[in-house]
Nanobody, 114 residues
Framework: QVQLVESGGGLVQPGGSLRLSCAASGFFFRLYTMGWYRQAPGKQRELVAIIGSSGATTYSNSVKGRFTISRDNAKNTVYLQMNTLSAEDTAVYYC????????WGQGTQVTVSS
């Protein structure tokens, strides 16, 4: 079955960086669009970034220029490099497979605070 396991979340100071990873299994990873979504307390879940099987990327306006999504098909892993983090980036981040997403990871907490 499809499994998506996120890692790399944690507490970081404003202006800092984190890299999230999502290890995927149970499907032919290289053929799928992969994505990252997030949900902040009291807010709806929102798209952060997606990367297609060709490597084409799409970002939300709120993270464009600060976050980078990438994938390593040899490792069945998708990454989210997050730079210049602010308190507004505090959320649970979820890895997804397919678009619209059909499979979700369990999420990893990112907290930006001094």
């Amino acid at each position: 079955q499809v499994q998506l396991v996120e890692s790399g979340g944690g507490l970081v100071q404003p202006g800092g960086s984190l890299r999230l990873s999502c290890a995927a299994s149970g499907f032919f990873f290289r053929l799928y669009t992969m994505g990252w979504y997030r949900q902040a307390p009291g807010k709806q879940r929102e798209l952060v970034a997606i990367i297609g099987s060709s490597g084409a990327t799409t970002y939300s306006n709120s993270v464009k220029g600060r976050f980078t999504i990438s994938r390593d098909n040899a490792k069945n892993t998708v990454y989210l490099q997050m730079n210049t983090l602010s308190a507004e980036d505090t959320a649970v981040y979820y890895c997804t497979a397919n678009y619209p997403p059909k499979n979700w990871g369990q999420g990893t907490q990112v907290t930006v605070s001094s």
